[in-house]
């Protein structure tokens, strides 16, 4: 338990469906991300919040929306994904420290299967 | 050249053996680095961390960080079949850089 927990650890849902990803951490950090890992390549990181405000946006489609209520939630809203969309989508969490991003903690992920 | 460069692998050694992970970066403002190892269908787990050059030991584990070569390295003594994993490494800078990870190298260790 790395005290950055996701839910829900699987989902499959199709092409025309809305569903969201939720990440919690416990840790007092004030910097949460997305990332998305896909077979055989390296994280892709998709958003980062900094102290509740989105400092970063990788040209992500805007078929994902993040939304950050809070510096211990994090939200992953889908819609109309597409298959290639299909992925672990991971959560992790920091502490900037000194204008700094210190080591960071993940969860354990929502495996995702677009149908 | 990508920012952070890591052997994919993958890497299959004996039990007992000592395995040397690597990445190579080209950006000088990176200082803090971090070896994550990551089981099948889980999320990475934070295994090392070291701020600037320098070694740090914890364990069958052995981080090192050459920032004038840049070049870092994790050591694994006595593998166990449970290290079979994949290793990533992490590093970052100042500011709002997040971590930049390397590619991952999948280990297997056969008992």
């Known amino acids: 338990e790395t005290g950055v927990t996701q839910t829900p650890r699987h989902l499959v849902m199709g092409m025309t469906n809305k569903k969201s990803l939720k990440c919690e951490q416990h840790?007092?950090?004030?910097?949460m991300y997305w990332y998305k890992q896909s077979a055989k390549k390296p994280l892709e990181l998709m958003f980062v919040?900094?102290?509740?405000?989105?400092?970063e946006n990788n040209s992500v489609p805007s078929r994902f929306s993040p939304e950050c209520p809070n510096s211990s939630h994090l939200f992953l809203h889908l819609h109309t994904l597409q298959p290639e969309d299909s992925a672990l989508y991971l959560c992790?969490?920091?502490?900037?420290?000194?204008?700094?991003?210190?080591?960071?903690?993940f969860g354990q992920g929502t495996r995702l299967t677009v149908v | 050249q990508k920012e952070v460069e890591q052997d994919p692998g993958p890497l299959s050694v004996p039990e007992g053996a000592i395995v040397s992970l690597n990445c190579t970066y080209s950006?000088?403002?990176?200082?803090?680095f971090m070896w994550y190892r990551q089981y099948s269908r889980k999320g990475p787990e934070l295994l090392m961390y070291?701020?600037?050059?320098g070694n740090k030991e914890d364990g069958r584990f052995t981080a090192q960080v050459d920032k004038s070569s840049k070049y870092i390295s994790l050591f694994i003594r006595d593998s166990q079949p449970s290290d079979s994993a994949t290793y990533l490494c992490?590093?970052?800078?100042?500011?709002?850089?997040?971590?930049?990870f390397g590619k991952g190298t999948r280990l297997s260790v056969i008992a």
């Open positions: 992790a969490s920091s502490r900037k420290k000194g204008g700094s991003n210190t080591e960071a903690f």
């Open positions: 840790l007092g950090h004030n910097a």
């Open positions: 919040y900094s102290l509740e405000e989105r400092v």
């Open positions: 950006n000088s403002a990176f200082q803090y």
């Open positions: 070291t701020y600037s050059s």
């Open positions: 992490a590093m970052s800078g100042t500011g709002n850089t997040p971590l930049v």
